[in-house]
């Protein structure tokens, strides 16, 4: 009678097991991929570089225009009297210290807008993502950084720019 019940019980647990086989499905993406490959992507990199290009340029002639005058007040050091020398070289720091000002203004006005951009092209991203995850059944979206091993047929990152290729073309930042 003792192993009978024993053997019940067994039996019991073997059979009676329910294990939940509920699949849920986690993929990752590769945002930095994303943003850079993807034509909206893209656009956005070649409209800010241009920004860059043309910021570089301009720094680049005001600060040739400053040598000269420097120079140009140098080479009048023996021939000004110190109060017109003084005077000049005032002038000069003045415009120096105007130049560096409009320069880090025009960097932070570049990085802002390489920010807005960015949460411009992830609020477009982010309704394609929750499209695809319904209509796939995805649970969770991981980003790659945050991902330290994973199977490569769980990047679903080609996927998202093929989706976000056909859907927007470019993105003007003006």
């Known amino acids: 009678?003792?192993?009978?019940?024993?053997?019940?019980?067994?039996?019991?647990?073997?059979?009676?097991?329910?294990?939940?086989?509920?699949?849920?499905?986690?993929?990752?993406?590769?945002?930095?991929?994303?943003?850079?490959?993807?034509?909206?992507?893209?656009?956005?990199?070649?409209?800010?570089?241009?920004?860059?290009?043309?910021?570089?340029?301009?720094?680049?002639?005001?600060?040739?225009?400053?040598?000269?005058?420097?120079?140009?007040?140098?080479a009048q050091k023996n021939i000004l009297s110190k109060e017109d020398y003084t005077k000049k070289i005032k002038i000069l720091r003045d415009n120096t210290n105007s130049y560096r000002k409009n320069r880090q203004e025009k960097i932070n006005l570049l990085t802002k807008k390489r920010m807005e951009s960015s949460s411009k092209l992830l609020s477009i991203i982010n309704p394609i993502l929750s499209d695809y995850s319904k209509v796939n059944n995805i649970s969770i979206i991981l980003q790659k950084k945050n991902v330290v091993l994973a199977k490569t047929d769980l990047n679903i990152t080609n996927k998202i720019i093929d989706i976000l290729n056909s859907k927007i073309e470019s993105i003007n930042l003006n």
């Open 1 to 74: 009678m003792k192993y009978l019940v024993k053997i019940f019980v067994i039996i019991i647990f073997l059979f009676c097991n329910n294990l939940s086989y509920a699949e849920n499905l986690i993929v990752y993406i590769d945002m930095e991929k994303i943003l850079n490959e993807s034509k909206s992507g893209m656009s956005i990199n070649k409209q800010l570089e241009k920004i860059h290009k043309m910021n570089i340029k301009e720094f680049k002639k005001i600060e040739d225009e400053l040598k000269k005058k420097e120079e140009s007040i140098i």
